[in-house]
């Protein structure tokens, strides 16, 4: 059985959804696991992804594993992204600036005299850009599916959730990015899938698995997953 708290009844936590796994009544076991979900507005600043460090050391004989939404307001700013890619003449390459302008923010301020980790996360935020062009690309040619919006929305959480990893890394600690489209299996709803609860356990249980049993902290992105064909 879990448990589901509010993040305020966690010392130094920021406003998160916390579920613990396995649990006693009236106490938190060693070696559980404690799944922390995280808004996106926790991981913009650094003093707030400094948080994180707290959590982790408040909680050293247990396995925290994290999932994060996309940073606030980004997945609005990626459906709006999409939806003009679908206009004739649709200029979305001016929005794809923007969004890269907001994340290339966000890492300067995270990352700040660490300049391995800076240019780390500045190649994710490229390569993630090159990845949005080319999905917009094809939705100004052929027109707006669900599988294609499902898509670019994927990306907001993968930004966030591998900048927080990053982080982490740069704090000292054993962190593993791990996209939940290589974790959570969906059926073929796009829009309003459901998760395939066999397959995503086995999938769960053979990568989340291997992190924690390395006492290293799983960071997994929110809200995304896959079908059996493999679109996000």
């Known amino acids: 059985m879990a448990r589901y708290f509010e993040g305020s009844r966690f010392k ?35 003093d707030s992804m400094e948080k994180l460090v707290r959590i982790i050391n408040d909680h050293k004989d247990h ?3 994290f999932v994060a939404s996309g940073f606030s307001g980004v997945t609005d700013k990626l459906i709006d992204t999409a939806n003009t890619a679908a206009e004739p003449n649709g200029k979305y ?11 290339d923010e966000i890492n300067k301020e995270l990352f700040k005299g660490k300049i391995i980790h800076l240019e780390n996360t500045a190649d994710f935020i490229n390569n993630v850009i090159r ?21 670019v929305m994927s990306f907001g959480e993968k930004l ?3 900048m927080m990893a990053e982080f982490l890394t740069s704090q000292g600690f054993d962190s593993v990015f791990l996209p939940a489209d290589q974790l959570v299996v969906t059926d073929n709803r796009f829009g309003n899938a459901l998760p395939i609860m066999d ?18 902290y799983a960071c997994i992105t929110g809200f995304i997953g896959f079908n059996k064909q493999g679109y996000t």
């Not at 390459?93 to 302008?101: C, D, Q, R, V, Y």
């Not at 990845?131 to 898509?151: A, V, W």
Request: aromatic fraction near 6%; include cysteine.
């Open 63 to 65: 396995h925290v594993v």
């Open 131 to 151: 990845s949005l062009e080319e999905i917009c690309e094809q939705i100004s040619d052929y027109g707006m599916e669900k599988f294609r919006m499902d898509y």
């Open 93 to 103: 390459k001016e929005k794809l600036s923007e969004l890269k302008a907001l994340h």
């Open 199 to 216: 397959f995503t356990k086995r999938k769960v249980q053979r990568q989340v698995a291997q992190v924690i049993e390395r006492d290293a």
């Open 12 to 46: 130094n936590n920021p406003k998160f959804l916390v579920v613990i796994i396995p649990e006693r009544e009236g106490e938190i076991m060693k070696d559980t696991i404690i799944v922390m979900k995280i808004g996106g507005s926790c991981l913009t600043k650094a």
């Open 160 to 162: 966030s959730t591998f």
